[in-house]
């Protein structure tokens, strides 16, 4: 039997998209208000246009990805919609997939738009009315809850409302952060707005012969002091203000916390993960045994993108012209820790619009995890990123954001 009055989705995002699929194929009469004038638009830009939809590992392991607090509030929501169900579901509408080896998933035809069509398929034949172009300004509560949203100046009358606008970077997709003050308004509190998974600005920026360099395969370490406060190993690319790049994008979130508290954070790249900075040394003594003769710039960039040895030499005071059989031992020493350590800035700017996710929103204590319903007022519900939930890069996001919302979908639409 069909609700008297329908359920309100607010974003056609991944986390609105599915809860509205969901509580429409539950019998619930779903409208699914959008701003856009399309659906998914965060989608759309996703992985680069080709949409890492989930991550291919097993749901324990997804969910240990995310922050312990965060981890434990997805626990339902994960085991209740699963990548698996999700991949199914998509399959069932034409998306074939596969896994990388990182356990990275994608459709196969590398078009997110093909995810999103998918989603509107679903959408269309549970029968939810998709309106576009609608921007919600307000949810309105009395004493009783939840009874309507304002959208366009006009008020649609519910008694549930599914909060699903995402966070508030990438401003331009339409995530302006409208909810979190929705939910202020509504007695919620809200954990603190950081950028996550966010490009690093720089000072002094990167010369511009650096601009689209990458390094390969490094471990990047913010430290404030001499103290490492998040350190992850994969590639990085200089920008012209900074750098970006998947260890870049790790590394900015627990960065930004302390950047924030006014604490000078020094950016450092260790070019040689595996290795220690003894066997580094054995390896340039190795190198000046065989060819003595040799520039040392020359073997330092063998090591390292080649515009950064004069850098590399500069920070470990060593003279540029010296050839390898002039270096003396602490030079080499020298050479080799910075090998390990070598400074590449200072944090200037880690921009929140910048990040792939929003860190912070919904305090999670205020909502209920087999739900997604809110402790504070009846018939109000949140999936996706407006929560305070933000995963690593690798398809833990989108996972977050289907799972959350298939459950708000399947509680909501039993108002
Ligand atoms: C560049 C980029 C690449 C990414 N790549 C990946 C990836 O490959 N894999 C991955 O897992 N994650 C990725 N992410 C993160 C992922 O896209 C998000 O975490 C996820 O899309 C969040 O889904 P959501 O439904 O909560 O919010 P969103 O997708 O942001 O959707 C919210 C929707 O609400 C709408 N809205 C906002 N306010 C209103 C209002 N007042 N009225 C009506 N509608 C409103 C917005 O227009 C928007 O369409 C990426 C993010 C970015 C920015």
Redesign the pocket.
């Known amino acids: 039997m069909k609700n008297k009055m329908a359920t309100i989705v607010?974003?056609?995002?991944?986390?609105?998209?599915?809860a509205a699929w969901r509580a429409a194929s539950l019998g619930a009469e779903v409208i699914l208000?959008?701003?856009?004038s399309k659906?998914?638009?965060?989608?759309l830009?996703?992985?680069?246009g080709?949409?890492?939809?989930?991550?291919g590992g097993n749901v324990e392991t997804l969910r240990q990805q995310f922050q312990i607090n965060e981890a434990r509030f997805l626990k339902y929501a994960f085991h209740t919609f699963t990548n698996t169900d999700l991949l199914q579901q998509l399959k069932e509408y034409g998306v074939e997939t596969y896994e990388r080896d990182n356990g990275?998933v994608?459709p196969m035809s590398h078009k997110?738009g093909d995810v999103v069509h998918a989603l509107r398929r679903m959408m269309e034949k549970a029968g939810v009315d998709i309106r576009l172009n609608?921007?919600?300004?307000e949810i309105l509560k009395d004493e009783s809850g939840i009874y309507g949203v304002k959208?366009n100046q006009e008020i649609l009358e519910t008694k549930s409302v599914i909060v699903?606008?995402?966070?508030t970077?990438?401003q331009k997709?339409?995530?302006?952060?409208?909810?979190y003050s929705w939910a202020m308004q509504l007695g919620h509190a809200l954990v603190p707005i950081r950028p996550a998974?966010a490009p690093i600005f720089l000072l002094p920026k990167p010369p511009a012969e650096w601009q689209g360099t990458p390094i390969r395969d490094c471990l990047l370490m913010a430290k404030s002091n001499t103290t490492t406060i998040s350190q992850w190993g994969g590639d990085i690319l200089f920008t012209h203000v900074g750098i970006s790049g998947p260890a870049t994008l790790e590394v900015s979130r627990k960065a930004y916390v302390e950047f924030e508290k006014g604490n000078l954070i020094t950016m450092c790249v260790d070019f040689f993960p595996e290795l220690t900075i003894e066997e580094i040394d054995q390896k340039i003594l190795t190198e000046t045994m065989k060819s003595g003769a040799k520039q040392t710039v020359t073997l330092i960039e063998q090591f390292v993108p080649q515009k950064l040895g004069p850098h590399i030499l500069q920070q470990a005071k060593v003279n540029e012209i010296k050839k390898l059989h002039q270096l003396g031992k602490q030079e080499r020493r020298s050479l080799s820790e910075t090998l390990k350590n070598c400074s590449i800035g200072t944090v200037k700017e880690i921009p929140l619009d910048g990040?792939?996710?929003?860190a912070g929103g919904i305090d999670l204590r205020e909502v209920k995890p087999a739900t997604m319903e809110s402790k504070l007022v009846k018939g109000l519900f949140f999936?996706?990123?407006?929560?305070d939930v933000?995963?690593p890069?690798?398809?833990?996001?989108?996972?977050?954001?289907f799972s959350?919302?298939f459950v708000a979908g399947e509680s909501a639409s039993k108002i």
């Not at 659906?39 to 989608?43: E, F, N, Q, S």
């Not at 999936?383 to 929560?387: D, R």
């Open positions: 607010i974003g056609a995002g991944a986390a609105g998209m599915i208000l959008e701003k856009n659906l998914g638009i965060k989608i830009i996703s992985g680069g080709k949409c890492n939809i989930t991550h990275k994608f997110a609608s921007s919600v300004t959208v699903a606008v995402g966070g970077s990438f997709t339409g995530t302006t952060g409208d909810g998974l990040g792939e996710v929003t999936c996706g990123e407006i929560l933000a995963g890069v690798g398809g833990y996001n989108l996972q977050a954001a959350t919302g």
